[in-house]
């Protein structure tokens, strides 16, 4: 079982690259978006590039991914910045 330690761990890995905060901030505002909508909103980026990233941000439970025929959508999991915030809330 996971402790509260490692959830924040793997929160703070994935977010602490920018190609990553990009592609939450994208799907923040645009709840939904395929991952052909991300590359071509990433613009030099490759699909496999792009999918790596997503990956990281799902392990870390920032983002849920849902099959929607062939493309795959993806939606922000805000509540998964809870750990931050108690992590943060706890440190004052």
Known sequence: MASPD?????????????????????ILREPGLSTAQLVAQTRGMSRWGVMKHLAQLRGAGLIQTMPAGRERRH??????LLPLRTWLDATD
């Open 75 to 80: 939606y922000p999991e805000p509540a998964a």
């Open 6 to 26: 490692d959830s924040l761990d793997r929160l703070l890995r994935a977010l602490a690259d920018p190609t990553r905060r990009r592609l939450w901030t994208l």
